[in-house]
Structure formats: C-alpha cells, structure tokens
C-alpha cells in the first residue's frame, strides 16, 4: 500500500475548565464555550482517530495499524509496541486551570490498570498575561508532609509555579506534580495513556452539582517528592533546520521553524513522523501524496516515506517520531 501524509477528523473534548480558543485561535469546529481538548491522533479506545483525507478518508487509524503496520509505523516501533499506536496528540485550552494531578510510571500502570504510564511534555502556543504552569514542588517534601497539606488543604504551599509564553516547552516525566494554569493554550504530545491521578481540584463541582473524583491514596506511591529542576525544555530556534526539544525512550520531538522549502531524508528513520503546525502553514509530501496544514492542525507520514518534501514560505512544526 502506498500510504500518503495523512489528516485526521480531530477529536473534541468537553473540559469543566475549557474555553473556546480552540476555535478562536486555532479554528477547531467547536459547538461549546467549554472545549479543552482536541485529540489529533488517537488510538485510545473509544476515541480512535479517523482519516479525512484521500482516499483512505473513513478509515480509522486502528484499522491502518491492523492493516498495514510496518508500512505505517515502522519495523522497530511494532517491535516495541505491536499494533499499538504509542503516543497521544493534543491540543489544549485552559480557560480555567486544571486539576492537579500526576501520572504514574509504566511499571505501576501496568500493574494497577494494564496500561502504559503517561510521560508527556508541553509546547505552549499561546498564554494570557500572568498565566502560570504547576510543575513539581517547590521543595524537598516527605510523604508524611504531603499526605499532611492534603489532609488540612494547604498542597497550594507546597508548588512550583513557572510563568509561561508563547515558544516554552515543559517535559513532564512521570510522578512529577503537575497543572495548566488558566489562560494556556499549548500543544501535548504524551504517552498513550489516559491514566491519570487527580490529587486537587479546587473543589470545583461539574455540571450536576459534583466534586470530580480524587485519586490520593493512589497518588501516594506514584508521586516523586523530590524538588528537581528538570522540566524547562532548551533548545535551539535556529531557522530553516531541524532543532532537538525533547529525546525519551517514548518519543522524539524536534521544532523547524522555517522561511523555506525543506526536503528530508527520512529513509533509514523506521518510524512514523508527526507534524503538528504551531505557526503558518506548510504543504508536507512523500512519494505517494501531499497534505496542506495550517496552525491548529496535525498530519501523520507513514514509516514507509523515503523523503519528506516541507513546501512553506512560513511554518513552524513540531516533528515528533519514536
């Protein structure tokens, strides 16, 4: 099969702290004041990802897994992941900050859900003025000194705030406390893994009148209590070539903010590659097809591509690969 850069319908999500930037900023066809996510690509069940482009428009990328999985993903990742899709593509709007919250390792989902664990990182694309991230606290803590905070409601004392704009990007490893703040859009590339740990949620109700579920006692042997400065991503912007951000045994991204056309050999890569548009737009191609992406919006180039062609006068992308 000749697999051509791939779009997908995106996958929108009602957040009790959601706003409308998805439509306003990046143009996403929300029908609510309250969207907080769009799931661009998804293999989660119940929410898996469906082709808009081409000829294969319909199809869900499962079925393209099931179907075609080394000519999509790539002989090394099928042989780590099997017909898996291993990461989670998402943007983010948080009109209200959201709950805070941890994820744990893979060792521990595994044995308490038969999941992955959930390492993700943020590249923030828009922040309102004062607009915050919780990342980690902000001193050495034991378990005793945070079962205490939760207990008498004062966790707030205990975390890292990191004021935010447009172009900072966060690596979030498991176990690391962790919120948007009110005011962030950014773009999420994680684990596949919708296991999750709310530890505080501002005591906000939802619609019917109800706190939201807390997972403290679940928290306790997940969490890293440690004070680390390991979260700020730097990285070259060095125009018109291809920056490392972030390399983890769960993926690899890498931003090109470019003025020009760019062809990359991709030939020996054996994986997919991801491009999720962050600025501009730019028209990607393979051998076998093109696609045109614009701010907001994300494309899927199948493992089997010898070269990547980027057409653009101005785009800025965030490549991510296993």
Known sequence: MNLYPLKFNPILKERLWGGTKLKDVLGKPIENDITGESWELSAV??????????????????????????ELLGKSVVERFGKEFPILIKFIDAKQDLSIQLHPNDE????????????????????DKGAELIVGFNKDVTKEEYAKSIAEDTLLDLLNYESVKEGDTFF????????????????????????????????????????????????????????????????????DSVNNMVSC???????????????????????????????????ISN????????????????????KINIITTSAKLLEVTI
């Open 45 to 70: 069940e119940g929410d898996v990802s469906v082709v808009s482009n081409g000829d294969l428009s319909g199809t869900s990328l499962q079925e393209l897994i099931n179907k075609y999985p080394e």
């Open 108 to 127: 521990l989902a595994k044995k308490r859900h038969n999941s992955f664990g959930k390492t993700e990182m943020w590249y923030v694309m828009d922040a």
């Open 172 to 239: 979030i490893n498991t176990g690391k406390m962790h919120a948007i703040g009110a005011g962030v859009l950014l773009a999420e590339i994680q684990q596949t893994s919708d296991i999750t740990y709310r530890v505080f949620d501002f005591n906000r109700k939802d619609k019917n009148g109800n706190l939201r579920e807390l997972h403290t006692d679940l928290a306790l042997d997940a969490l890293d209590y440690t004070k680390k400065a390991d979260f700020k991503v730097k990285y070259s912007d060095k125009k």
């Open 249 to 283: 045994p769960y993926f690899n991204t890498n931003i090109l903010e470019l003025t020009k056309d760019l062809e990359l050999d991709v030939e020996k890569r054996d994986s997919f590659t991801i491009y999720m548009c962050v600025g501009g737009k730019a028209t």
């Open 287 to 306: 051998e076998f097809g093109s696609v045109t992406i614009k701010k907001g919006e994300t494309t899927l180039v199948p493992a089997q591509s010898k």
